[in-house]
């Protein structure tokens, strides 16, 4: 009869402590160990229920838990933007081809440790009846389950190598993989930022990590996969976590705030995707931030202006106008819109950024020919309109001389002069002719001028020259002479017509008689070659005469002279000086002058 008041005391004893829940403090304070028998004590598991009911009530006993920490993916159903990954376990579990090793990579934010603690659950859990097996959608019931999730299971240790680096912390999980698992299916180590553990520890682990025993797995994280020896990346079976699309992001923010009954603008959660960079932590944060930061006038509303502010943004609309300022060249409002936006609080580099971002967004429409990337129709009806406007050499040479504007900005003293002296350099950019446009103009000119050098009807006069000379440069037949000495040439003798062309300044020539003079360093005789030369050439005796100065130019002369002029006229072409005005450090390629003008494309 005494125990029978005893076996019928624990169920008072258990609806009076039901309320208080500290039944795992008695237990301890009686000295029982979570290991032993009360682990029935543990279903107290139905106090997970009490998370479902923790968001309302319980503020005033449990402290606040951030976004990033409540939402914490529980099941694998819940890790957005990972389906691959869940795809690639999923079949691995079924088949039963587990590997020993995993390493989970990526940018922080994606689910890295979530990851690796979700895998561990899918690995030990029972399943509720206690008979399950190891499955890619855990119950979250069972007693591994909830330990796993709260942090506190015996055979799934956690270590952070950013703070145990050394030989010894890892000589100490070498000594323990040799136990089997205490209440779980398999040990599991999950280590944290696995790159930093240093290279000895890397290496005393090699072995381990290649042969462990059956029942141990590991599952490392890291954001520096490149840091790890491919040695340890050989040994493990690697996933990488991607990137969440901002509009992945925004959906699942959108559902956070239904759960956290908080109303916000769709363009605020627009914003606070993209300033999280892929990463569903960082974006649980500013969220957080965002929420705080909502005015109670307007009932705690996450709006697009608050979110805005808090994140130091430019107003669309406004940025809108200042991108339009830009293109029309209109550098007064230019510079009146970034002194309106600074002075609300909007930094000189997320201006650039701004900038960039439309850039780069009508490009992308441009190219796909669909519609632009916008959260409202305004935005998108404008991006459209400019993306059928320009061409896309111009939005290319935006985006280098606003990614140069903003490298400048970034490392400037004072960021808002430097943004504004870059806006006003890309603003006054779209006056300079398109490089394409450019390089076909000097194209042009340097054909037009290789053609005058090798015309010899444009052989200037000799500098210095008296009106004799001249008269008989005007009397002179040059095309005559040209074709006399390709005659000379054409009859098998080269010597002779290399003479003509180099040597002899033609005073007059007619029919059977040339006149003519030479420069002062040629004084050999070369009458008897010539005459024997043209005879070939017309079958005519020739009457030779030199004189000792004036004529027209050698060929030679005349094409120098002209290519010279050529490449003077080029020079003082205005849109080659207001090309060398605008890059001072150019230079002028006489060989691709003389590849345009024999008639050859640039590369």
Not at 231 to 248: G, K, M, Y
């Amino acid at each position: 009869m005494g125990d029978s008041p005893d076996n019928s005391g624990p169920p008072p004893w258990d609806e009076e402590e039901q309320e208080a829940a500290p039944s795992a403090a008695e237990l301890e304070a009686a000295g029982q160990s979570a290991m032993f028998g009360d682990a029935p004590a543990t279903p107290a598991e139905p106090v997970e229920p009490a998370p479902a009911a923790t968001p309302a009530p319980p503020a005033a006993n449990q402290p606040y838990r951030v976004l990033a920490r409540k939402y914490r993916p529980q099941t694998f159903s819940e890790l957005i933007g990972q389906e691959p990954m869940v795809r690639t376990l999923a079949n691995a579990i079924k088949r039963d081809r587990l590997a020993h090793a995993f390493l989970m990579t990526g940018v922080r934010g994606v689910g890295k440790t979530s990851t690796a603690r979700l895998i561990a659950k899918a690995l030990n859990c029972i399943g509720p009846d206690g008979q399950g097996g190891p499955t890619i959608d855990p119950c979250g019931q069972c007693e591994p389950c909830t330990a796993i999730a709260e942090g506190r299971h015996i055979d799934v240790i956690e270590m952070d190598a950013a703070s145990h680096t050394g030989v010894d912390d890892v000589r100490e999980i070498i000594e323990a993989v040799r136990y089997a698992a205490v209440s779980a299916r398999y040990k599991i180590y999950i280590i944290d930022e696995v790159h930093m553990l240093s290279r000895n520890a890397f290496n005393a682990l090699l072995k381990t990590l290649e042969e462990p025993p059956a029942h141990v797995k590991f599952l490392f994280a890291t954001t520096e996969v490149e840091k790890l020896p491919v040695t340890v990346l050989s040994r493990t079976q690697r996933f990488d976590l991607r990137r969440i699309p901002a509009e992945l992001l925004q959906s699942h923010f959108a559902w956070v705030c239904e759960q956290e009954q908080v109303e916000a603008e769709p363009e605020a959660l627009h914003m606070v995707a993209a300033a999280a960079e892929g990463s569903v932590r960082d974006g649980l944060s500013i969220l957080d931030q965002a929420i705080a930061h909502a005015d109670l006038d307007t009932d705690g509303k996450v709006t697009a202006e608050r979110v805005r502010d808090m994140l130091g943004l430019a107003d669309k609309g406004a940025r809108r106008r200042l991108f339009a300022h830009l293109l029309e060249g209109d550098a007064k409002a230019l510079l009146a819109s970034i002194a309106d936006q600074y002075a609300l609080g909007v930094e000189p580099l997320a201006l650039m950024r701004g900038l960039m971002d439309f850039t780069h967004r009508i490009t992308l429409a441009q190219v796909s020919g669909g519609e632009p990337d916008a959260p409202t129709p305004e935005e998108s009806a404008e991006l459209a309109e400019w993306a059928g406007r320009m061409k896309p050499a111009q939005l290319h040479r935006l985006w280098q001389l606003l990614l140069k504007g903003h490298d400048e900005t970034r490392q400037a003293p004072d960021q808002l002069v430097a943004a504004q002296m870059a806006l006003l350099r890309t603003l006054h950019a779209a006056d300079m002719p398109d490089p394409g446009g450019l390089v076909k103009k000097l194209e042009e000119l340097a054909a037009k001028g290789a053609a005058m050098a090798n015309s010899p009807a444009h052989a200037p006069a000799t500098a210095g020259g008296d009106a004799s000379t001249a008269q008989a440069q005007s009397h002179t037949p040059a095309p005559d002479w040209a074709a006399l000495i390709d005659q000379v040439d054409h009859a098998g003798q080269p010597l002779a017509a290399s003479i003509m062309k180099m040597q002899l300044r033609v005073v007059e020539l007619a029919p059977g008689l040339l006149r003519y003079a030479r420069a002062s360093q040629f004084r050999d005789d070369v009458g008897p070659q010539l005459r024997d030369a043209l005879m070939a050439a017309t079958g005519e005796r020739w009457q030779l005469e030199e004189v000792a100065e004036g004529g027209a130019p050698t060929l030679v002369e005349a094409q120098e002279a002209n290519q010279q002029a050529a490449h003077d006229q080029m020079l003082e072409h205005p849109l080659v000086k207001a090309t060398f005005e605008a890059f001072p450090d150019a230079e002028f390629d006489e060989e691709t002058q003389a590849a345009a003008g024999a008639g050859r494309k640039w590369g």
